[in-house]
């Protein structure tokens, strides 16, 4: 029988325990795990048994974690793979489909430290990505050589809140032999399933929403499973890999493995070992039985205060997907029926004073929202982005990505809808 979503994140990837009859997932501390005996050893390291070996590739908390996730996802069950964090999702999802001397195409508008991994780290490694407007069509297919390896995007643009023509995007990226990725930890699987609009590859921050607590760090990656890594211009998948007995990952792994998610494990988290923690992925275990309801709460919550700060006369700009002014209403439309999420960036109107300078003092003034570098938290948060979490970009770099000097990002908690909107209006009454 086909299970929903509000189902699946409870009982996703969990039966009770088989040894102790523990109805909660047990959490596994161990570091590594005993083998059956000398043939089981070498099967599990050839890949021809399922099993754990050692908790930098898997461990069987982790696992229930990935199997709630894909599923969540709409993916196989074995097609999702855990990580210490969302930048490592992100880091790893490249260096597992491109090499030196391949490409990336990317839209402008990310999150400040992807930018800089594309724009310094990932061409240090010889990859080059190739920046587009977002969402230009035109522009992003002109860029597409036969060195370009994926199309990379962000469901919902942080911290811009653009939104992406997912189905559009994932029809350009096929007709030209590409997966299309997509970062989509502003939205979670309640809001958006990328891969029902034609995206391959999924991937989330676990510390945002997911997690939702601020209280662990990490990431996964998705893989739909339905890309096809015998295409020639995927070598990493073609030719034989000299660091694992010579598999060729998109030809010859047995037993129906997901070729994208199966190498990540096997090349890059094995030898590199940005592995998640146990305890983290049980705390995101337990979070993820409650998402459809704090989503829900959350975009409630943020529709109601970017309604309020749009009608506001000290506020000179909002954007947030669900006002029907917005820029993005119509994608919204399409792709968030559920609700928008619960992000809202504004500027202030700064007469005399300067943007950033009025920024600070509003933000000083706030009582209930916490000033810091995250989102996706129970409580509601603020940050000054182009001086904290982009502010490794330059102005050029800032304005491409769609970021103005005075914006403000809220990140809208669970708290009472009248206390954050009090909140927000005794702020805004104390500054000129």
């Known amino acids: 029988m086909k299970q929903r979503f509000e189902t699946i994140s409870i009982h996703g990837g969990h039966s009770p325990d088989p040894v102790t009859g523990a109805s909660a997932r047990p959490l596994y501390r161990s570091a590594a795990y005993a083998f059956k005996n000398s043939q089981h050893a070498a099967d599990l390291f050839a890949l021809k048994e399922p099993g754990y070996i050692y908790t930098r590739l898997g461990n069987p908390t982790q696992e229930a974690l990935e199997t709630r996730l894909a599923l969540l996802e709409g993916a196989p069950a074995g097609a999702a793979l855990a990580l210490a964090s969302g930048t490592s999702a992100v880091f790893y999802a490249i260096i597992n489909l491109a090499r030196h001397g391949d490409e990336i195409i990317a839209v402008s508008n990310l999150y400040g430290g992807t930018y800089s991994m594309f724009a310094a780290i990932l061409p240090d490694l010889g990859i080059r990505v190739r920046f587009v407007r977002p969402y230009d069509l035109e522009e992003t297919a002109k860029n597409i050589t036969g060195k370009t390896r994926a199309i990379f995007v962000e469901a919902i643009g942080n911290p811009g809140l653009d939104v992406a023509d997912i189905t559009a ?90 070729p994208f998610i199966t190498r990540m494990r096997t090349v890059p988290l094995r030898n590199l070992g940005a592995c998640i923690s146990p305890d983290n992925a049980w705390f995101f275990l337990q979070s993820v039985e409650t998402l459809a309801l704090r989503m829900d709460r959350h975009s409630a919550n943020a529709m109601a205060v970017a309604g309020y700060l749009a009608g506001h006369p000290k506020v000179a700009w909002v954007r947030y997907p669900g006002l029907t002014e917005d820029p993005c209403h119509a994608l919204a439309c399409r792709y968030l029926p559920r609700g928008c999420g619960g992000m809202v960036v504004f500027g202030l109107a700064a007469g005399s004073a300067s943007g950033r300078e009025l920024g600070q003092r509003f933000t000083e003034r706030l009582g209930l929202f916490s000033h810091l570098a995250n989102v996706g938290d129970a409580k509601s948060l603020i940050l000054h982005p182009a001086s904290t979490t982009h502010s490794q970009l330059s102005d050029r770099q800032q304005q491409e990505a769609g970021l103005k000097p005075e914006m403000l990002r809220l990140s809208i908690g669970l708290e009472h809808q009248d206390d954050i909107l009090e909140d927000l209006e005794q702020a805004l009454a104390g500054i000129a």
Request: net charge negative.
């Open 169 to 258: 995007l994932a029809d350009l990226a096929h007709a030209g032999g590409l997966p299309l990725i997509v970062d989509a930890t502003f939205a979670t699987p309640y809001l958006l399933r990328p891969l029902e609009y034609g995206a391959d590859i999924v991937l989330h921050s676990l510390t945002k929403w997911i997690g939702g607590q601020g209280n662990a760090i990490g990431g996964i990656v998705v893989d739909g499973n339905t890309f096809d890594w015998k295409n020639k211009g995927f070598a990493l998948y073609d030719e034989p890999d000299a660091s694992y007995h010579g598999i060729r990952w998109g030809h010859d792994l047995p037993n129906a493995l997901p």
